[in-house]
């Protein structure tokens, strides 16, 4: 059965560094998009960063660009989100998930991912 399994998340201090990893079985990692996710206390799932399959092309959400970056090793069916400069802003529990269709664009819709990890939780304070 598909799985993910996401670790890395822990506290950091503003303009500190982390780096999230999600570990994928149960599917062919190597031909879809993954997406990373973050809901903030009282807030509702926003779309962080997507890669396509052969991570040949990388989208961010504004607020991240230019801090975060996504990267996946499909050998090692392994997602991971460095994540720098962090903000208090950036604290939420972290999901990474994968996209319905094979072989498409990640798409920064909640519905259009069918599997989803438990989630890590990044909090960034001082």
């Known amino acids: 059965q598909v799985q993910l399994v996401e670790s890395g998340g822990g506290l950091a201090q503003p303009g500190g560094s982390l780096r999230l990893s999600c570990a994928a079985s149960g599917f062919t990692f190597s031909s879809y998009a993954m997406s990373w996710f973050r809901q903030a206390p009282d807030k509702g799932l926003e779309w962080v960063s997507g890669?396509?399959?052969?991570?040949?092309?990388?989208y961010y959400t504004d607020s991240v660009k230019g801090r975060f970056t996504i990267s996946r090793d499909n050998a090692k069916n392994t997602l991971y989100l460095q994540m720098n400069s962090l903000r208090p802003e950036d604290t939420a529990l972290y999901y990474c998930?994968?996209?319905?269709?094979?072989?498409?664009?990640?798409?920064?819709?909640?519905?259009?991912?069918?599997?989803w990890g438990q989630g890590t939780q990044v909090t960034v304070s001082s």
């Open positions: 998930a994968k996209f319905v269709e094979d072989y498409r664009d990640p798409l920064p819709h909640v519905n259009l991912y069918d599997y």
């Open positions: 890669i396509l399959s052969d991570g040949s092309h990388t």
